[in-house]
């Protein structure tokens, strides 16, 4: 039968180990020493003990305690949960905020992250048994997907400045994956997901093999897996089938439409404007009755396809009484599918020529009918009636009648089917290294590790610039480039006028991006107990010395197509990007105990530690620079029921690979509301007209004065933005702190209760300013001397920010060092066993968040000091409620379990809410049935049901209902908040939008 390890798993073993599960579980929440596992075949009085990775620090006396608190996730929460993957773990511990994931479609970039805290999903490590992973990507992100739970045996999670155990990046603290050590025998796992609609399937198939080597001088594990999962898309849930503005709660979409080809934005104007083709009055040249919104939801995703195999595989060996020699490999190949609404042309400029074949005389007319001074305020068309009756007759671009038009083109690609992005990503980790012991109170550690990680994505479906601008330059005999074997396009008729012929010379062919990263690292170190006592105290000093030298080196390599900023709907060029830094640390890290077994202190210990870095960038231009980080901590016991601890610490993070090497490049970022605007994505003219000190910015930002009263806002909410690394930064500094209580009283057997404060502190911050930041900055003091407002790029011809990124640079969003960010609250937890009857154990624990404050400023002393909590908006992007917990009770039984969990989040609010130029919509929204406040997210409560079952000796089953009162999602609209978050009408990383879904899983053991 196989050995495992942590916590017990069924109430046969439960009964038994108690009072030993119970100690474990107070010493991982109090971050105390070294957790040992127990056989769960062991008795009480033969108890198998391995030692377990401390979490928080180097030094690992299993008899002292910590000041920093760990948050854990043990394997029972694991099998009740049944994730598939890492991220859809950590994201249910109160505190954290839902970072990109499986839920992200539009943004998801292949990988899954944790964000520790809401301050940034690059300021937190990734461990295994306490030691650095392979990023996966150019800011220094290790992706969660490459995660093997199936050899985990517990996930701990400290936050707060954890620079100098770790190193930089640690700033809000580390996850640390814990693995099953001295595994001997097999166990399968199979396990089976799917929705109550029947979408959304997931599979997954591991199995782990491990023996022991020469009569227990080794071990090694081998363990393989694969997980699936299916889509969910959007159109089909009724909350999310059609997109709904958050301003009116109606059906709508993305003006950008197949029915609506629309050229222009600048509305012809004049005393007889009224009799112009078209009407006249509309604010573009819609070429079809009515305006028709297209409805992007359907094409989306709540749950996107993926595709993954793993291989682990570890070996320890002693060979001599006191050296060890260990290995350890990890390998993970996935593919991961993102699936969006149709490209097109998203505001392109282009030129038409007027003899185009599929250009009726109506349409002929009304391009001819442009004014060429709007402003000027004489109307004055851009062709007379007879030059365009002429053009519209040429034979071909010599014909001395030929004219061109040139304009903007707006059409949705819906016959040639949605954009799909393939992440084909392989990773890989390996480590070896020695281990041993000096005497009886030295132990020292020499390992070296390199991990690489390399992904390609294959875009398709797009259509390409170049080819529709082509296509649109054609007469009777075809077009007047035909090179690339063009065809003419008819973008002047209704859905079904792009045929198979047309989109296959639009679409070009596949574009081709790769990202690799590599890192490899040397870390040696040294530890033990010294003879030096206090006076007070029996126990000698722990101390922990040690050196590292890591090296990190990464690059984007795209293909000519993806550097060209060709792809229509790509949000911009991808350019090629290389960079790479190595660092080279000391450290040093102390625990003493002070007072041991004293009237007034049954154990007062104090703990520090201090880290030197020196790092060089991998550039000519760029300087060394080193840094320096330190802890103090504090555990104090007056009596065995309390414990009262605290922590100071320095951290600090380097600028990622990103931040320093990335070229100037224009994107897309989230922008509800351009102060310029005054026409929305669906044509609809407010009747604003900027005048004064406004006019004049927005002419002096790019816009044409004839475009002032008809410039749009942003196209489905996204304005171009341009971002850029910047090889001057220096690393950002945070103090951290946290004080806290652990109560275990003698009086109430099994029962421990904590709670702590944390307080982080960013400053110089590394970050890019929020759109609004970049709006308030100029808009607040609108004026053409302001360089917030000269650092804003409009497009020439119709002066929005959004369009061609070639052309339309929109907010300056550079990375500086300019910000800070700070973060406080309090988490807490109360945990409770108690054997009901001789047959019955109940067990209950509640682990919850409170969150006081969590501010992100832009630029320091300029820009707003905006707070998050609670809030949600393009400016705050992921959602933080104020208070969140998780509440498990479970009843065990001789050979079953079963387990409820409740999931509390606090009720959330619009940032802007109450503000009458912002409104937002209240009521029972379009082709749905109930009321709902577009503003507000009420408390939010699901609840999950597993129960195990031993059929055999060796075989369990676990069976869970996810979501058991199938509760909706709370509805927020569309463009309320930023892309990669709100999505669906809703927050789909904060909230369930999948429904009630069941999973069963078996295991065999043998």
């Known amino acids: 039968m ?33 957790v040992y596992a127990q056989d769960a075949d062991a008795d009480t009085d033969d108890v198998n003990l391995e030692e377990i990775v401390v979490t928080g620090s180097l030094i690992r006396n299993p008899n002292l305690t910590r000041s920093a608190p760990v948050s854990v996730v043990s394997t029972d929460e694991m099998d009740y949960q049944q994730a598939g993957v890492a991220e859809e773990l950590l994201r249910e511990i109160p505190g954290m905020v839902p970072s990109i994931g499986a839920q992200v479609n539009n943004g998801n970039g292949g990988f899954s992250y944790v964000n520790l805290r809401g301050i940034g999903s690059n300021r937190n490590v990734v461990l295994l048994d306490g030691r650095r992973l392979s990023p996966s990507e ?55 997901g799917t929705t109550e609609k029947g979408d959304g399937d997931t599979k997954r198939y591991e199995i782990t093999v491990g023996t022991n080597l020469d009569d227990g001088r080794g071990n090694a594990i081998l363990s393989v897996g694969y997980q699936k999962s299916d889509a969910v898309f959007q159109g089909d849930r009724d909350f999310s089938k059609d997109t709904l503005f958050y301003w009116d709660g109606t059906a709508g979409g993305s003006g950008l439409g197949p029915f609506n080809t629309r050229f222009g934005n600048v509305n012809p104007t004049g005393a007889d404007n009224s009799n112009l083709p078209l009407g006249g009055v509309q604010d573009d040249r819609t070429f079809a009755a009515a305006f028709t919104p297209f409805n992007y939801a359907p094409f989306n995703t709540f749950q996107t396809p993926f595709d993954r195999y793993n291989i682990y595989a570890s070996a320890n060996y002693q060979i001599s009484d006191n050296v060890e020699v260990y290995t350890r490999a990890i390998f993970s190949k996935q593919t991961v599918s993102t699936i969006i609404a149709p490209s097109g042309a998203f505001g392109d400029a282009v030129t038409v020529s007027l003899n185009h074949p599929f250009l009726s005389d109506a349409q002929r007319n009304a391009f001819c009918a442009f004014d060429t001074d709007p402003a000027a305020g004489v109307y004055t068309p851009l062709y007379t009636q007879a030059e365009c009756d002429a053009a519209g007759a040429a034979v071909d671009d010599s014909d001395p009648n030929y004219r061109e038009v040139n304009t903007q083109l707006r059409r949705r690609n819906v016959e040639g089917g949605p954009r799909i992005s393939d992440f084909n990503s392989t990773w890989f980790d390996y480590q070896a290294g020695l281990r041993g012991e000096i005497g009886d109170s030295m132990n020292w550690d020499v390992y070296a590790s390199y991990g690489q990680g390399d992904q390609t994505q294959v875009q398709k479906g797009y259509w390409m610039k170049s080819r529709f601008r082509q296509a649109l330059l054609a007469g009777p005999n075809g077009c007047n480039d035909t090179s690339n074997g063009c065809v003419p396009a008819d973008y002047f008729g209704p859905t079904g006028s792009i045929t198979e012929e047309m989109n296959a010379f639009l679409a070009g062919g596949e574009s081709n991006i790769s990202t690799k990263f590599d890192m490899g690292q040397v870390v040696g170190s040294l530890s033990g107990e010294m003879d030096f006592t206090t006076p007070w105290a029996s126990d000698g000093l722990n101390y922990a010395v040690g050196g590292e030298w890591r090296s990190y080196s990464a690059s984007i390599e795209s293909d000519l197509l993806s550097q060209s900023g060709d792809l229509g709907g790509a949000g911009g060029a991808q350019p090629n990007t290389y960079g790479g830094y190595s660092v080279y640390e000391a450290v040093a890290e102390v625990l003493l105990p002070v007072v041991q077994d004293a009237d007034f202190a049954k154990e007062l210990t104090f703990e520090a530690g201090i880290r030197y870095s020196n790092y060089t960038v991998d550039d000519e231009t760029s300087p060394k620079y080193d840094t320096t980080t330190w802890k103090l901590g504090l555990s104090w016991t007056p009596i065995d029921d309390v414990t009262i601890r605290g922590t100071f610490a320095r951290a600090v993070r380097a600028p990622n690979i990103t931040e320093l090497f990335a070229p100037q490049n224009t994107g897309l970022t989230n922008l509800q509301s351009d102060p310029c605007a005054s026409v929305n994505d669906q044509g609809v003219n407010n009747g604003n007209v900027p005048t004064g000190a406004l006019r004049d910015v927005c002419i002096a930002q790019g816009a044409p004065a004839g475009a002032i009263g008809f410039i749009p806002q942003p196209a489905a909410g996204q304005a171009n933005g341009t971002f850029g690394g910047n090889l001057d930064l220096k690393p950002e500094k945070s103090d951290s702190w946290t004080i806290g209580i652990i109560l275990q009283p003698e009086a109430i057997p099994g029962l421990t209760v904590t709670a702590d404060y944390y307080n982080i502190k960013v400053e110089d911050a590394i970050n890019a300013p929020n759109p609004g930041d970049v709006i308030a900055a100029c808009f607040n003091n609108a004026s053409t001397d302001n360089p917030a407002c000269s650092a804003i790029g409009r497009s020439p011809i119709d002066g929005g920010l959004s369009g061609d990124s070639a052309v339309v640079s929109g907010l300056d969003l550079f990375t500086s060092n300019n910000g800070n960010l700070a973060t ?40 707003l000091d905006r707070e998050c909590v609670g809030l949600y908006s393009a400016n705050c992007a992921s959602i933080q409620p104020e208070f969140s917990f998780n509440w498990r009770n479970t009843l065990s039984f001789e050979k079953f379990d079963v387990s409820l969990n409740w999931r ?76 990669g978050f709100n999505s669906g009408n809703t927050y789909p990383s904060t909230f369930d939008t999948l429904g009630r879904r069941f999973s069963i899983q078996a295991r065999i053991t043998f």
Not at 4 to 28: C, E, H, I, V, Y
Not at 835 to 848: F, K
Not at 906 to 931: A, I, K, M, R, W
């Open 2 to 34: 196989a050995t495992t390890f942590g916590p017990d798993r069924l109430k046969g073993a439960r009964s038994k180990l108690l009072g030993g599960t119970a100690t474990a579980l107070a010493l991982m929440t109090m971050g105390a020493g070294t």
């Open 138 to 192: 150019l800011q220094g992100r290790t992706d969660l997907n490459n995660i093997p739970l199936a050899i985990v045996d517990r996930v701990d999670v400290l936050t707060g400045g954890a620079s100098t155990t770790y190193g930089a990046d640690a700033v809000g603290g580390v996850t640390n994956f814990i693995t099953k050590k001295n595994f001997h025998g097999v166990e399968a796992n199979v396990a089976y």
């Open 824 to 863: 406080d609250g309090i988490d807490f937890s109360v945990s409770y066993g108690m054997a009901i009857t001789d047959d019955m154990q109940w067990d209950t624990r509640v682990s919850g968040n409170w969150t006081n404050s969590s501010t992100f400023q832009a630029v320091t002393g300029v820009s």
């Open 904 to 979: 509390h989040i606090s009720s959330n609010q619009y940032e802007n809410l109450g503000d009458p130029t912002d409104p937002v919509f209240s009521g029972v929204p379009q082709n749905l049935t109930e009321e709902s406040d577009f503003g507000t997210t009420p408390a939010y409560n699901l609840f999950d049901m597993s129960v195990r079952y031993r059929v055999l000796e060796n075989v369990t089953l676990t069976g869970t209902v996810s979501n058991l009162f199938d509760k909706e999602p709370p509805l927020t609209g569309s463009f309320i908040g930023s892309t």
